[in-house]
C-alpha cells in the first residue's frame, strides 16, 4: 500500500544541520534499499509560496506567503511503500526521530494514481488511469 507522510516541522525558521542532513540521507537510502521509500523531498519556505481559495461563488482569494500559522506548515513530503498503516507509522517514527523534532500526517493513497507523467504519452496530452474500485478503508 502506498502512504503520503506530511512532515510539519512545527518552525520554518529552523534549517536542518548538516548532521539532520546526513542523518536523513541515510535513512533515506536505507529505505530506498528496502523498496520502501518511492518518492521524497522537502519543501521551500512559505515565503516563495502562495495559498489559493474558492468560495462558494467562484471567487478565487490568493494570499502570498510567508504564513504566520508556522506549526501546521508542511515542510516535506515523502510517498512510502508499506505493508500496513501499523508499518507506516513505524517508518515515520524513524524519520522523526532522525529530525528530532516535528510531526506528520500519514494517509493512505489511492490503489493507483489518477495520472502518473511516466504513463503520459510523448503528445502531452493527460492520460488518465481509471481508479479500481475497492472497499471501504479503514
Known amino acids: 500500500m502506498r502512504f503520503m507522510t506530511l512532515y510539519k516541522p512545527g518552525t520554518e525558521n529552523d534549517m536542518p544541520t548538516e548532521k539532520e542532513m546526513a542523518a536523513v540521507g541515510q535513512l533515506i537510502e536505507e529505505m530506498a534499499k528496502a523498496g ?3 518518492l521524497t523531498d522537502g519543501l521551500q519556505p512559505s515565503s516563495k509560496g502562495a495559498r489559493v481559495r474558492i468560495d ?4 478565487f482569494t490568493v494570499i502570498d506567503g510567508p504564513f504566520t500559522e508556522t506549526k501546521e506548515l508542511v515542510g516535506g513530503y515523502a510517498i512510502i511503500n508499506a505493508k500496513s498503516k ?4 513505524e517508518l515515520t517514527k ?3 526521530k532522525t529530525m528530532g523534532r516535528g510531526e506528520s500526517e500519514i494517509r493512505l493513497m489511492q490503489d493507483a494514481p ?3 507523467a511516466a504513463s503520459a504519452p510523448p503528445s502531452g496530452k493527460a492520460a488518465q488511469k481509471p481508479r479500481a474500485k475497492t472497499a471501504a478503508r479503514a
Not at 56 to 59: N, P, Q
Not at 86 to 89: H, P, T
Open 114 to 116: 489518477a495520472f502518473d
Open 94 to 96: 524513524r524519520f522523526l
Open 56 to 59: 462558494s461563488t467562484g471567487k
Open 86 to 89: 501499523a508499518e507506516a507509522i
Open 36 to 38: 520502501t521509500l518511492i
